[in-house]
């Protein structure tokens, strides 16, 4: 077992309230319940001695020969996949004596129904010859600030750990004897080829009741109808394009990210994993960004899923309609899963963070920020489920009239910015371009279902908007848009220029800030959001491209016109994600996954890079071009 895996050496499950990662060795480094904003329950990937795992390996077998040296055994390699188009994870572990397979799932029942229970069933089965697995379960309740009591049954089938405020249980089917290793558990399991062996983890409320017994006939049901889910789940997509694999994996992503009972996507199912292995870009991204569930509306709906697309739509409407937030404004940009504004940032100190990256924070201080691009992003996305004044009813629409109204009076102010910087406000111009789309939908809104609205003020704030944007964020010495006015700094964000229709895609000034990007932010193909060295952010070290900007940039060329550069580009970005199809935040400087993991943000804009390639490809083939 490694201390620190790479970041990228993970697979995810999930049961849609909550997730945990699955490293390739076997080991459960990553599990919050009961949501996945909650305290964690194994966070061995943030600090391997106290926050905690669930490791099922395979052990080596002993030294080989006699003598006061023998050889070191045979290494033991492992391999890990997705049962397709599923949230199933298989770990395969080959070793000198035979193959054998973990097989990790979530199960989902009434994912709709929020529940403070949870399941994870881990199967461990041999194909070939025998295998002697590893089984150790240490569970660090609240982030491992919460010590816990171990109860052991007599046979060693069921192990229980109470904390203050969770309990769990530990089911064993098959041969597996449990025994005491201090609070913990661990066993030794040895299996044959054909033979199955199996343990259910049941996290729930602290004195919560003991789950019923479990029996290997039962799990294989679930395992059926979890495979059936996400079969049935998968099927309404209606992309058949030329990356169908890729495509589906990020949708099943995305789903495994949005907690069902709200229908709020989180940005990532982590927190604390680093932009720089040891620097201090570390932030919990668990949470519901307006801005990054807004842009996933899109991609949902485009991929054919407009239940998850309209479930976030009335979350966003329900944020619209309890008035201003704690900070004042009309919105928050970012909240928990039920809505809840309240996102304290705190560092936990005891744990030495990923490959001892700290600070370690859970809660993020991001959350009472002025960024002004959330309206612009809100809007578009109730604009794309319909007509607003549909979709939230006349209430709904009173409150987007009046968060427009407010925008009115504040648009030009400096804020903070889509990359959330804590080096000061500043006029960027992202923030005023998607103000320019917060008037700009809300006008067609109005216009499309003759609601009452400031037509004329409306109008008069969306074009000033736009003179602002085309004077002040346009530097002539770089014939580019620029991060912020007064600057000559690019910035990846405006990649989303063309995307929200604020620019047309082969407009002279739009093909001369691709070029200026491409000589700045480009790297083999990879896109950095902006160099900090030009524009101080307030924070120490440097990070890597920016996986979401590296999409865009692909859909930019591929709407520009710019075909094989576009399909070069995409296809070497493929070429990062992990083992099993995910990408984190970042791609580091030699080709390593960086910061929080999976991320949502690069795989909607996976999603949103190969539509417009398919649709692109497909109109130069229809006029005979060459592809």
Known sequence: MRRYPPIAEHGLIGDLQTCALVS????????????????????GLLDHDRGGYFAITAAPPGPVGEGPLPAAPPPVTARQLYLADTAVLVTRFHTPDGVGEVVDFMP???PHTATDRHRIVRFMRVVRGTVTFALECRP??????????????????????????????LQCIGPVRLEADGRDVRADVTLAAGEHAAVVLTVCAAAGAPPPPADLAGLVEEFTAVRRFWHGWIARCTYRGRWQQMVNRSAITLKLLTYAPTGAPVAASTMGLPEQEGGERNWDYRYTWVRDASLSVRAMRDLGFTEEANAFRDWLGLRLQEGRAPNGEPLQIMYRVDGDPYLREEVLDHLEGWRASAPVRAGNGAADQLQLDIYGEAVYALAQSGHVANVIGYDGWTRCAELLDWLCENWDRPDEGIWETRGGQKDFTYSRLMCWVAFDRGIRQATATARPADLTRWTAARDAVMEQVMTRGWSHERKAFVQHYGSDVLDASLLLMPLVDFIAPRDPRWLSTLDAMEGELVSDSLVYRYDPAASPDGLQGSEGTFSLCSFLYVYALARAGRLEQARYAFDKMLTYANHVGLFAEEIGPTGEQLGNFPQAFTHLALVTA?????TEIDLAVSRRDIV
């Open 610 to 614: 190969a539509l417009a390639l398919d």
């Open 108 to 110: 989902v029942h009434d």
């Open 140 to 169: 660090r309740f609240d982030y491992g600030r919460c010590e816990h009591s171990l109860a052991l049954d007599g046979d060693g089938d069921t192990a229980g750990f109470d904390a203050v405020d969770a309990a769990a249980y």
């Open 24 to 43: 390739s060795d076997g080991v459960l480094d990553w599990f919050c319940t009961p949501r996945f904003d909650a305290p964690s329950v194994f966070a």
